[in-house]
T-cell receptor, first 114, second 109 residues
Framework: KAGVTQTPRYLIKTRGQQVTLSCSPI?????VSWYQQTPGQGLQFLFE???????NKGNFPGRFSGRQFSNSRSEMNVSTLELGDSALYLC?????????????FGEGSWLTVV | AQRVTQPEKLLSVFKGAPVELKCNYS??????LFWYVQYSRQRLQLLLR??SRESIKGFTADLNKGETSFHLKKPFAQEEDSAMYYC???????????FGTGTRLQVFP
């Protein structure tokens, strides 16, 4: 079956703009989480959604937001982009929030803010 | 506080040499520990989880609760093992993963 799919794969934005990234989880998966990967900070947890509800949120400013739809697809939005938001944004999915579920990652969306 | 520490940024070995990638964690409760691997230009993928107690691609990892460690080991490294390795901890009953900073393994021929 298809893996976690993220779009767009690459994008360039200007400071102050906003961006929306999309994630389609593996079929049947109801849990979607997002991570930011940068050379300096490594992999950092952004937020987690299960059945359209945000269950966990990382330590990121309010400019970072997300949502999950009834078909489990998820989007994350970053408003008022800053240079420091340049990163690889990874989406991950699993069947649900219990021990034993494997979490699968997408290839990521590369965001460059200029 | 929940934390995962990987003390080595880079580990270089020759083919056939033993490998040990270190991981220490801090977590109040019973953690679920993982090793993820990222090969060049590929997505992050699960290598091992502590609850499975299995060997994947010759790698093993044992959870030591006394030392709060989950070191990844392989007796004989192969060139194809060259990749970025991340140790991660999952909070109970969530999909929130806390990652270490990663260790780049380079295996020379």
């Amino acid at each position: 079956k298809a893996g976690v799919t993220q779009t767009p794969r690459y994008l360039i934005k200007t400071r102050g703009q906003q961006v929306t990234l999309s994630c389609s989880p593996i079929s049947g998966h109801r849990s979607v989480s997002w991570y930011q990967q940068t050379p300096g900070q490594g992999l950092q947890f952004l937020f987690e959604y299960f059945s359209e509800t945000q269950r966990n949120k990382g330590n990121f400013p309010g400019r970072f937001s997300g949502r999950q739809f009834s078909n489990s697809r998820s989007e994350m939005n970053v408003s008022t982009l800053e240079l420091g938001d340049s990163a690889l944004y990874l989406c991950a999915s699993s069947y649900g929030q219990s021990s034993g579920n494997t979490i699968y990652f997408g290839e990521g969306s590369w965001l460059t803010v200029v | 506080a929940q934390r995962v520490t990987q003390p080595e940024k880079l580990l270089s070995v020759f083919k056939g040499a033993p490998v040990e990638l270190k991981c220490n964690y801090s977590y109040s409760g019973s953690p679920e520990l993982f090793w993820y691997v990222q090969y060049s230009r590929q997505r992050l993928q699960l290598l091992l989880r502590h609850i499975s107690r299995e060997s994947i691609k010759g790698f093993t990892a044992d959870l030591n609760k006394g030392e709060t460690s989950f070191h990844l080991k392989k007796p004989f490294a192969q060139e194809e093992d060259s990749a970025m390795y991340y140790c991660a901890l999952r909070s109970y009953n969530t999909d929130k993963l806390i990652f270490g900073t990663g260790t780049r393994l380079q295996v020379f021929p």
